[in-house]
């Protein structure tokens, strides 16, 4: 079967086609819409309120024999990363593979981290598809590969990978693999993961490892192009495809299978060009282990490890020419929408002259004009814990002015814990933290999250998790459940009480997104 899919959607292919049972994941672009994609493939996916949920969820299915799958943006992978380093020595019976989406340029994240380093730090065999016909390809090897050595994998895409289309063949279409019959085997010395046991894992992982490196130099992963013996390139992922419209002269081995690389086909394929130089996006990765091989190779020059590449900054790159870019044309910055229910709120904390310790989602829009009124932002899960810090070493007076804004799926993800450490170490002053609860996950294209009442497809139904229930279980003196567009006196009002006292206040500024809601309404029509 031949179709048009972008490298998300042959994720979702692949998956479905190799007999996957479970998809989990939280939502970050650019992963979002794999598992979307899967649940209208027939599969089953689920949104679970974070990343370590997700990972842990997928371990659970995959310790019954069972092809589970995680998804999750990049900076996921720092919440997801507990359980990610110990499942490398421990793996699972069934197949488990983690796709982490890397945001080279940022498009939307708060940091370019490359996650091509947990692979190394924690010994994760790893591929890199370079077009959506790999990422369906490369899933089913993944599968396999972690089915084989019970081991995790680790899938790394980036931003132009997942959402550039391109047309590929479902070779697995006609004839899918069957889900895996599952069943649970009791093996403490496999899965505990205690010092005894978890010291021989680490051992088993580094041989597994080898052996993979040898399965890599089998090439199955690998494209060789000879052409030039003046200039070879060694890259990975979308640079191969810049690479080849850039250096068409130039030879070229493109690596699939990133992490263990095999040694023997860079050494010979080097040892055939008199420069052999690295092309890849982001931190030096394959270049560190080529170097700490003894191969001798070239690095690009530290300004291309900055944002992604593209052919015209590869030509440059193989120049060797680090002068800047032409600034593109400025864009129209981000707002919040016209009618967005984040707006007064960040209205009335601008009058107030509030220091705000912000989160991240649609209302981190707060920080541009006309409101300003945003003062931090950290990670998910950071406003709370920021803010709270601010209040215990300020000035009372300043301290008094200190709000946390979090989103509803914010605040499930890992606001929670922020909340118990602000009733176990209460600041003198108390503290205010403002729940901006639109009822969707919606800066990453309007997910459903725990708080919603529904599952992953927007239709059937689930158990509507409560925010003020969570937050006086924790122990929080004031909970109010304010529609601060409609009320928009009453929250000034609620606002400066809290903020005088010295209690530890939770106000719900509740009202649904109005994108979500037209986007519920046309799903009710359809
Ligand atoms: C660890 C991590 N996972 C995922 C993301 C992507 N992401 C950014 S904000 C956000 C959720 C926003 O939802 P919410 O808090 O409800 O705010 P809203 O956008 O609805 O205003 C997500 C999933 C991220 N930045 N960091
Ligand atoms: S998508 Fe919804 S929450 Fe985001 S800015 Fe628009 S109205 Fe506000």
Not at 389 to 396: A, C, S
């Amino acid at each position: 079967m031949k179709l048009l899919a972008s490298g998300n959607e042959a994720v979702a292919f692949a998956a479905r086609d190799c007999g996957v049972a479970l998809g989990c994941g939280y939502p970050g672009t650019p992963s979002s819409e794999i598992l979307d994609e899967f649940s209208k493939a027939g599969g089953c996916a689920e949104w679970a309120p974070n990343e370590k949920c997700a990972l842990e969820v997928a371990i659970g299915a995959a310790y019954t024999g069972a092809r589970a799958l995680a998804t999750m943006k990049h900076v996921g992978l720092n919440v997801a990363a507990d359980p990610f380093f110990t499942i490398a020595y421990s793996g699972t019976p069934g197949g488990l593979v983690v796709i982490s989406a890397d945001d080279p340029g940022m498009a939307s994240s708060q940091n370019e981290q490359d996650n091509r380093r947990y692979a190394v730090s924690a010994g994760v065999p790893m591929f890199e598809p370079s077009d959506s016909q790999e990422c369906y390809d490369m899933l089913c090897a993944a599968f396999e590969l972690s089915d084989k050595f019970r081991s995790p994998v680790l899938f790394r895409m980036t931003t132009r990978v997942c959402h550039s289309q391109c047309v590929i063949e479902r070779r697995y279409a006609d004839n899918p693999m069957a889900q895996k019959a599952t069943c649970f085997t009791r093996d403490p010395k496999s899965n505990v993961m205690v010092p005894a046991f978890a010291r021989l894992a680490h051992r088993r992982m580094r041989a597994d490892l080898h052996k993979m490196a040898e399965i890599n130099e089998q090439k199955q992963f690998v494209i060789e192009k000879n052409a030039s013996t003046g200039l070879g390139i060694i890259t990975s992922g979308i640079s191969y495809q810049h690479v080849l419209d850039a250096v068409p002269e130039a030879s070229v081995l493109k690596l699939g299978m990133t992490y263990p690389l095999p040694e023997k086909t860079i050494r010979d394929f080097a040892a055939k060009v008199k420069r052999c130089l690295i092309v890849e996006e982001g931190d030096p990765v394959l270049y560190e282990q080529i170097m700490a091989m003894g191969i001798a190779v070239e690095n690009k020059l530290e300004e291309f490890r900055f944002g992604e590449l593209n052919v015209g900054r590869i030509r440059k790159l193989v120049a060797g020419d680090d002068t800047p870019d032409a600034p593109g044309a400025p864009g129209k910055p981000p707002q919040l929408c016209i009618g967005c229910p984040h707006r007064k709120t960040f209205e009335v904390l601008r009058d107030l002259g509030c220091i705000v310790s912000g989160d991240i989602g649609c209302y981190t829009l707060g920080v541009m004009p006309p409101f300003c009124a945003i003062d931090s932002c950290v990670c998910m899960g950071a406003s709370v814990t920021v803010g709270l810090g601010m209040r215990h070493t300020l000035p009372e007076a300043e301290a008094r002015k200190v709000v946390s804004v979090i989103g509803d799926s914010t605040f499930l993800h890992t606001g929670i814990n922020g909340i118990v450490e602000m009733v176990y170490n209460r600041p003198a002053t108390g503290h205010v933290v403002i729940i901006v609860d639109n009822r969707i996950t919606a800066m990453t294209g309007c997910q459903e999250n725990p708080a919603t009442g529904r599952k992953l497809d927007h239709t059937t139904p689930a158990y509507a998790v409560s925010l003020e229930n969570i937050v006086k279980g924790i122990g929080v003196d004031n909970v109010d459940v304010i529609d601060t567009t409609v009320e928009t006196e009453k929250f000034a009002e609620v606002l400066k009480k809290r903020l005088a006292s010295n209690d530890c206040s939770v106000i719900i500024a509740r009202r649904p997104c109005i994108l979500a809601m037209a986007k519920m309404a046309k799903m009710g029509k359809n």
